[in-house]
């Protein structure tokens, strides 16, 4: 079957693109000690637009497939990244550390590929490893038996990957196709080249939706063309949350965008001739959510070509299958788009697992994790030491409803990019409470007291409104205060940033 495409494959075995129900066995193999891992990673791909999260655009994104691996397995409600933006949370995920201890703390930052990462020591253990798709990283991959990635950004159209074996700088290939297509084919391909090994596997799928500019495949092109999408309470709202610190990106910004670079974008464009700003912002969220949906259809049906080929060759119930994006993002939500920010929107990681013999199906965690938790994880799976330069911790137990009891009750966020409009800015976020330090506004000289919010989570799920200046939270703000100083030293994360 080397060189078949995924859709060549399919029409052979005669299967549809979508299989429910338990895996079937006919062909299965006998078990590998150590279980396989299938990491699938979507970019910014949030939470609210997955079905299985029940949030509010969940009718609305039927991702059948995603929701599979949640209903035969696990999902996470309250999943975080560290740091919500690319190229740091790939980071944290490959060595289980945060931005400041691996280095790469904003978008400029790189992946050294002599540093110690998760992929070498599942390596040393006995796995093969590889990585397909988005890698964002700068430097070449390390760690890899193999990879075939997107170098920088990557584009949605024809993409170029760099593949084990070719010049790193001037190597690439050009797939004709769609990207997320295209990765899926490529991460297939490396599956089924080592079907005949008997060694687990770990591999690393990554596409690059639905990253803006939210690009989709013409067969989704018809998806919601007659429907409306339901708006965020706070869409016109004058300001939200009430008592912000910051400006963020609103969706004017986006409306702009479609205008200046309309070819960028997928069509229809965007219709605002004599329309007021409350109609542009109306027009621009819809055309948004539609581009963005129709581009997750087109990852959950490739989830589902990948769920496919594990129940046919027998595989489904030794692997680890995971899927998750690098962080969330805003779809609206105090109008705004992007990520970066420490609110629910942004700091949310979507997080699904299937491991059939040991999670039972249909299992909910509640616990605070975190992406630098995810090396661990492997290396739990793996049965591989876990090295004392990793931050996290295997949530392993977590997923078979044994919660350690000294589990985390907190966790610490730090963003590093300052902009005005996007300050940086870290916090301590607990079960209840958020309180968010910006000081990145410290550099345009805000008083020390201007630069905090703080959210009750438990009657503000959806953070409408800064309590920070409620008298009623005096005692709870100190209380946080000194927590978030201690997670700051347990980290080492304590140098002044301003």
Known sequence: MKGLTRRQFVKILGLSAVTTGLPKLAFAQTSPRKPNILFIMADDHTSQAIGCYGLRLSEYAPTKNIDRIAAEGALLKNCFCTNSICVPSRAAILTGQYSHINGATTLRGRLDPNAD????????????????GKWHLKETPSGFDYYNVLRGQGRYKNPILYERGHDWRKGGKE????????????ALSWLRDREASDKPFFLMCHFKAVHEPFFNHDRYRNLYADQELPE????FWPESPKGKRFEGWPLEILAGRYHKSPGRYPRPRLQTQGKDSESIRKATYQKFMKDYL????????NVG????????????????????????????????FDKRFMLEESLRM???????????????????????????????YAGAAVPGTMQGRSFRRNLTGNTPTDWRDAMYYHYWTHQDVRPSHYGIRTQRYKLIYYYG??????????????????????EFVNQYENLKYKDTITDLKRRLTELRQQYRDTKDPV
């Open 117 to 132: 990462n998760v992929a070498k020591r599942l390596k040393a253990t006995g796995y093969e490893t590889a990585i397909v």
């Open 175 to 186: 797939y004709e196709g769609y990207s997320t297509d295209i990765i899926t084919d490529q």
């Open 232 to 235: 965020p309470e706070d869409l």
């Open 294 to 301: 129709r581009t997750v259809a087109g990852i959950d049906d």
């Open 305 to 336: 070509w990948l769920l496919t080929y594990l129940d046919e060759t027998g595989r489904s119930r030794d692997t680890v299958v995971i899927y998750t994006s690098d962080q969330g993002y805003f779809l609206g939500e105090h109008n705004l």
């Open 350 to 380: 979507p997080f699904v697992i299937r491991y059939p013999t040991e999670i039972k199906p249909g299992t909910t965690v509640n616990d605070i994790t975190l992406n630098v938790d995810f090396a661990e994880l492997f290396l739990d």
């Open 441 to 462: 506004l410290r550099r345009m000289n805000s008083k020390p007291e201007e630069c905090w919010e703080l959210y009750d989570l438990s009657t503000d799920p959806r």
